[in-house]
């Protein structure tokens, strides 16, 4: 099926968010959906002219420059967006905090965070759907696709490298709340691992602890103890995947219906008390926001189904 992309020729004048971008990642952000191919070939061929000139692919956008895209046309399956509908409306629902550089979402679980991997649908592909006018929506960092909670997107290419910044120099606080098997020990407050990546003959992405890993921290605080589970406060220092729940493993507490990490007898038993998903929410964030310059905060509450499970345990 025919999908069009861009139906008429564009004229984009380069503002100061767009400065300083190769012109084959600016079209990338304003193609979405085209072929790396075919924007390298319609940058070659010179349908794509900055102040009417022809331009290389690694060429800067300068402040000012008048860039004009051509009508582009792409070839591609278009899945009926009934089935997709719904998850995007109630998207809509889950955006807890929304201005002019930045979306606060809190991320169901079960929804990957972007299509990939097999999945052509995602909530970025979401938001996108929800702001059609939105011309930049990118995600600031990720959450597993069984990990509920707060996730930040940008809306100015500004405030993500703001928010990259931050992430890098290690001045975001991130918590999450995960329900582990058995008693946590009040004296353990971290877990220092080294943590390898691993993909599966099946693609399949699988991280152990390994002495040739990459350096991870987590900072953990006991919120409840249950006679069978403890309810943890985990403050990740670094942002390894799936560092959370191997950091829980190693430490011999698995986090709840973790169905790569977990405890099959631990898992059994908290499913008879009708959990159906991993017991990991990240429930609190805190930044400088990237336009105000001000320390915000925000707190994503946990879904109903984690609090029946919670209220079903008797505290030790």
């Known amino acids: 099926m025919k999908q069009e992309i861009n139906q008429q020729v564009q004229f984009v004048t380069i503002d100061s968010e767009m400065v300083g971008q190769r012109i084959d990642n600016f079209l990338r952000t304003q193609l979405k959906g085209v072929p790396k191919s075919m924007l390298y070939r319609i ?29 582009v046309r792409v070839a591609q399956e278009n899945e009926p967006p009934s089935t997709k509908l719904t998850k995007v409306a109630e998207l809509e629902s889950q955006i807890i905090y929304e201005d002019d550089v930045l979306i606060v979402v809190n991320k169901p679980s079960g929804m990957a965070v972007h299509g990939g991997s097999g ?22 960092h990720r959450l597993d696709r069984d990990t509920s909670g707060i996730l930040l997107v940008a809306k100015k290419r500004s405030a993500l490298k703001s928010l990259h910044e931050q992430l890098r120099d290690k001045t975001v606080d991130k918590r999450y709340q995960a329900l582990v098997n058995g008693h946590w020990p009040e004296n353990r407050f971290k877990v220092k691992a080294p943590l390898q990546k691993n993909v599966l003959q099946s693609g399949e992405r699988m991280v152990s602890v390994h002495p040739d890993g990459k350096p991870s921290e987590t900072r953990f605080r006991i919120l409840q103890q249950f006679e069978q589970a403890t309810l943890v406060e985990a403050s990740p220092i670094t942002g390894r995947t799936h560092q959370i729940r191997v950091h829980c493993q190693h430490a011999g507490h698995s ?29 609190r964030i805190a930044f400088v926001h990237p336009k105000e310059g001000t320390p915000v905060r925000f707190i994503a509450p946990l879904e109903s189904s984690l609090q029946q499970a919670l209220d079903k345990l008797t505290i030790s």
């Open 255 to 283: 986090i709840a219906c973790d169905d790569k990490y977990g405890d099959k007898e631990f898992d059994q038993l908290m499913q008879q008390q009708g959990l159906k998903r991993l017991f990991l929410h990240a429930y």
């Open 119 to 140: 999945l052509s649908f995602g909530l970025i592909e979401a938001l996108r759907a929800l702001r059609p006018d939105q011309r930049f929506l990118e995600l600031v």
């Open 43 to 71: 940058v070659r061929k010179g349908e794509v002219r900055v102040n009417k000139k022809r331009i290389k692919p690694e060429y800067k956008l300068q402040i000012d420059d008048v860039v004009r895209i051509p009508p």
